[in-house]
C-alpha cells in the first residue's frame, strides 16, 4: 500500500466540501457537452491495468472507481444528472433534476472528470452525505489525476465514488429516453441481456482485481432505449407515480419481470 505523502489540500465540490450554486451551475455545463458513450474511444488493456495497479497501491477498492466520461441527455440550465435508490426495485435513478429542488448538504459526487486546469469537478451527484476521506484516499486522487493526464486519458475517464453496497457487485445501466436519465440494476436483479458496453471498473474486495463494474446494455427487445420512439416519462404527479411508470416500462422492455 502506497503511503501519502505532503499534499496540497484538496478541495474538489461534492467530495471535500459542499458544493455550491456555482459549482451545480458548471456540473450541470460540464454533463451537456460530454460525448454519448458509443463515441468514446476503446480503453486499451494496458490501461486497465494501470488503474488495477492504482487502485491495488492504494488499497481504495471499497472506496474509488474509474468511469467512462460520457453523457445521455441534454438538461436544462438549472439541473444536474442526480441518482437516488429506487422504492420498488433494488437499483438507483439517475436523471436531471432542479438544483433549487436539492439540499446542497444531503448529496455528493458520484463521477468526476478532470477539467483543463487539473482539478476534478463533479458532473454526477448522488443522495447522501460524501464519506470521510483520508490523506491517503487523497493521495490516490492525486495519483489518479497524473495518471490520466499523463496516458491522455483526461476527457476519456474519470474517478467514481462508489456506492457502498455495490464494490463487487457488476451492474447494468439502461437509459430510460433522452431525457429522463438512466435506471442502474444489479445484474442479478434483471433478465440476460446483451451488453454493449462497459462504463465502470472497480476492484472486488479481497481479490483486488479490476473488473467491469458497470456496463450499458440493450434491452430485450435490442433496443438501447426503454422508452422509445422520442416518447419519455409522461407528466405526472409524484416521484412514486413516476417510478412505478418506470417499473412498468422495464418489464414491457423485458428488462424485469
Do not use: C
Not at 143 to 172: C, F, R, S, W
Not at 210 to 226: I, L
Amino acid at each position: 500500500m502506497a503511503t501519502a505523502g505532503v499534499l496540497s489540500p484538496l478541495a474538489i465540490p461534492g467530495l471535500h466540501q459542499q458544493p455550491t450554486l456555482a459549482d451545480m451551475s458548471k456540473s450541470g455545463d460540464i454533463y451537456n457537452t460530454l460525448p454519448d458513450d458509443a463515441d468514446q474511444p476503446h480503453v486499451a488493456e494496458a490501461f486497465i491495468t494501470g488503474l488495477k495497479n492504482l487502485i491495488k497501491e492504494y488499497n481504495v477498492q471499497n472506496k474509488f472507481g474509474f468511469h467512462l466520461v460520457h453523457g445521455h441527455v441534454k438538461m436544462a440550465k438549472d439541473r444536474v444528472m442526480f441518482g437516488r435508490p429506487m422504492n420498488s426495485l433494488p437499483g438507483l435513478w439517475t436523471r436531471p433534476t432542479k438544483v433549487d429542488q436539492l439540499d446542497l448538504g444531503g448529496f455528493h459526487g458520484h463521477v468526476f472528470v478532470l477539467g483543463a486546469n487539473s482539478e476534478f469537478h463533479p458532473y454526477e451527484f448522488r443522495q447522501g452525505p460524501p464519506p470521510a476521506l483520508n490523506a491517503n484516499d487523497n493521495a490516490f486522487i492525486v495519483a489518479a489525476q497524473k495518471y490520466l493526464e499523463l496516458n491522455g486519458l483526461a476527457g476519456v475517464l474519470g474517478i467514481q465514488l462508489l456506492d457502498q453496497d455495490t464494490p463487487g457487485k457488476h451492474m447494468k445501466e439502461f437509459v430510460l429516453s433522452d431525457t429522463d436519465g438512466t435506471v442502474m440494476l444489479p445484474e442479478n436483479a434483471v433478465n440476460p441481456t446483451e451488453t454493449y458496453r462497459v462504463t465502470g471498473w472497480n476492484a472486488v474486495e479481497g481479490i483486488i482485481d479490476v473488473s467491469g463494474g458497470e456496463s450499458h446494455a440493450k434491452t430485450v427487445k435490442g433496443t438501447h432505449q426503454v422508452f422509445t420512439g422520442g416518447k419519455g416519462l409522461p407528466d405526472v404527479g409524484g416521484e412514486i407515480d413516476a417510478e412505478e411508470i418506470i417499473v412498468e416500462g422495464l418489464r414491457e422492455a423485458g428488462i424485469v419481470n
